[in-house]
């Protein structure tokens, strides 16, 4: 097991990822912008280092300076979270250059799975089912659109080199077709520095279902079941619940064999999970292979028992899986709400500063993962998750009203700071959500509801 | 010599002249309690010494002190009269200066203007090993001219010097590990 591990990442899952370490006997480094200098994890691990001034392509993306952190430290390991250099294969193989273990798979995985067309390609070969949609990269807006014609309309175009919901542009009339495809392109350009783009159909109203699964160093490969991440907006997760609800019997073991195969075939190392859409009519197509952790690996934490984290350093310390496929059990039902510092009558918009007022809640089978605190000054320069509120009940009925118990207790005030606590418990009380029955058009439906309801004209006082 | 101790004083209560701050210890070729037939050299260290005791024992930091035995001398200067009899206080970690006994803590920059480190890594005081280092203390540096090198996994940066100055203290040694953002070296600031 390794002595020291260097954590290049902030925020939750930072802490999140320390704690797993001292539960390991590990001692942690954690890596800081200026700007985070007060923050939990800082404090937390056993040891800090300021690498870099508050922007995050001079700190937290600066791959030298983190590199030289855990040379300098004596690490052995390098755990890069979610998001940030997660997903870089060149950062996976400075660390490998430098004698450090990178937690996640190999580069050239990486490397694959991180190109969504290369990574398309290789699931379909391994026989998983996939969208119509292109599998090689595209040559030209002709020939893009013309695949587009035969797919048949609405189609999305995505970015390549994207992933998490960025990069894309649903088109739903052939007409508009090229200009899309040029616009994706040049977006694509700008926010991964790679233009290349892929064509599928689009599913309008679908479900994300994706399954999480584990690959040791010694052939094993396990899923732990599925989390049903339907409720986003603009393609950004806001609820995760497992299981998934109301989905016909066998349909999770199958999409499991078909994740664990996709990662056989993949040489996957670690934890990841395999995104899919379910259509209505009950079939599931790939999507993606998000090579990390993932924001929300602590729904599946809740209802299987297992430590993820955990067993991400176990695994990249050398150590087999610490259950087989059989050992894994669902039992229950969980559910995640993603408390962001945005106000959602402002479309969203980030809303951070000083938490005068920083109450969890708390109670049974209630979880929070959070870097905040009490006096805690949210930055500016980041992304907008503050909290990661998570419960767990015998049914999903249960577990939906445990969580809106949860978040009515959650107190979070200061000034100008507005979180989406409100607006997550309004999507809880919706008729289709409740009822398991909702898709991911569910928000903007909710939203623009809501908004309709808020400009109707109002009764004579 | 006379004793060192009957010089011990505020400044502007020596019986010597002062008025540009300047305090001349000289005496006799031969101190009190010198052993009989030392040489100069070793009359001199006795009096650096004493010089030494007697500085201990002064409020405020000096400019000079100049002491000498014969041709053999050693120098030191105090401040001009205006700066050290304003009421300023004392600097900062002066042995005199009654802030206290504990060496200043390692955390807290000495006044005076900080050269911090432009990234995480290791901090190099010369252009190579082996060779001179680039600044060393009471080097006058001008703005824009390097003083050092902070090298991240290979990639050397160099630490320049944003202001005029003189090199008052180096905070960290050559071949240390460095944070963003660490002060490495204390400039004096020219004045004006």
């Known amino acids: 097991m390794f002595d020291k591990v260097l954590i290049a990442n902030r925020g939750e899952i930072a802490l999140r990822i320390a704690r797993a370490c001292r539960e390991l006997g590990i001692r942690s480094v954690a890596v800081y912008s200026t700007e985070d200098r007060d923050s939990a994890v800082v404090s937390y691990a056993d040891e800090a280092v300021h690498i870099g001034p508050a922007a995050a392509r001079r700190s937290y993306l600066r791959i030298p300076s983190i590199v030289e952190a855990a040379l300098r430290t004596g690490a052995q390991a390098v755990h890069p979270g979610y998001g940030f250099l997660s997903e870089e294969a060149d950062f996976a193989q400075v660390c490998q250059d430098n004698d450090l273990t990178f937690i996640g798979p190999a580069p050239e995985v990486i490397a694959q799975l991180g190109d969504k067309t290369a990574a398309r390609d290789l699931m379909a070969r391994a026989g998983l089912p996939l969208l119509p949609g292109s599998l090689e990269p595209l040559r030209s807006a002709e020939e893009a659109h013309t695949l587009a014609d035969s797919i048949g309309y609405p189609v999305i175009i995505k970015a390549a080199a994207g992933g998490g919901g960025r990069g894309m542009r649903v088109v739903e009339r052939s007409a508009d077709f090229v200009a899309a495809y040029r616009e994706t392109r040049a977006g694509a350009k700008t926010l991964f520095g790679d233009p290349r783009v892929f064509v599928e159909r689009y599913l309008a109203s679908a479900r994300h279902v994706e399954i999480q699964v584990l690959a040791d160093s010694f052939g094993n490969v396990i899923h732990l079941g599925e989390r049903d991440c339907s409720v986003q907006r603009r393609h950004q997760k806001l609820i995760e619940e497992s299981p998934a609800p109301g989905l016909p019997p066998g349909l999770i073991e199958k999409m499991g064999t078909a994740a664990v195969d996709g990662a056989r075939a993949a040489g996957y190392l670690g934890a990841g999970t395999f995104e899919f859409l379910l259509a209505p009519n009950g079939e599931f197509t790939f999507m993606e292979v998000n090579c990390r952790i993932q924001v929300e690996h602590p729904v599946t934490e809740m209802v299987t028992g297992v430590d993820l984290v955990r067993e991400q350093l176990l695994i990249a310390a050398g150590e087999p899986l610490s259950l087989t496929q059989a050992d894994v059990t669902v039992r229950g039902a969980a559910i995640e709400c993603r408390v962001n510092v945005e106000d959602p009558e402002r479309a969203f918009a980030p809303a951070p500063g000083l938490l005068e007022e920083f109450v969890p809640p708390g109670g049974p089978f209630v979880r929070v993962d959070t870097h905040g605190f009490t006096g805690y000054r949210v930055p500016a320069s980041y992304d907008s998750l503050l909290a990661k509120l998570l419960v767990w009940a015998p049914t999903r009925e249960q577990a939906r009203q445990r969580m809106d118990r949860a978040l009515e207790e959650f107190r979070i005030s200061g000034p100008g700071v507005h979180t989406t606590i409100d607006f997550l418990r309004e999507v809880l009380q919706d008729r289709q959500f409740a009822a398991g029955e909702h898709d991911t058009g569910a928000v903007e439906r909710i939203f623009s509801t809501k908004a309709r309801a808020d400009h109707a004209p109002k009764p004579e006082e | ?192």
């Open chain 2, 1 to 192: 010599m006379t004793s060192l101790s009957s010089y011990v004083s505020e400044p502007g209560a020596s019986r010597l002249d002062h008025g540009n701050g300047h305090e001349n210890l000289s005496g006799s070729p031969q101190p009190a309690g010198a052993v009989a037939g030392a040489s100069a050299p070793e009359l001199l260290e006795q009096l650096r010494e004493d010089a030494l005791r007697f500085l201990a024992r002064t409020r405020y930091p000096p400019r000079a002190l100049r002491i000498q035995v014969g041709d053999v001398s050693l120098e030191l200067e105090w401040q001009p009269a205006g700066t050290d009899s304003s009421g300023a206080p004392p600097a900062e970690g002066w042995p005199g200066s009654g802030t206290g006994s504990e060496p200043e803590r390692p955390d807290s920059p000495p006044p005076g203007h900080s050269l911090r480190a432009p990234s995480v890594g290791v901090f190099y005081r010369s252009p190579a090993p082996g060779e001179a280092a680039f600044v060393d203390v009471g080097d006058a540096v001008r703005a824009g001219q390097q003083v050092g090198i902070v090298e991240v996994m290979k990639l050397m940066i160099p630490v320049n010097a944003d202001r005029d100055g003189t090199v008052a203290e180096v905070l960290k040694g050559d071949g240390d590990s460095v944070e963003y953002d660490e002060p490495l070296i204390t400039l004096a600031l020219a004045p004006g």
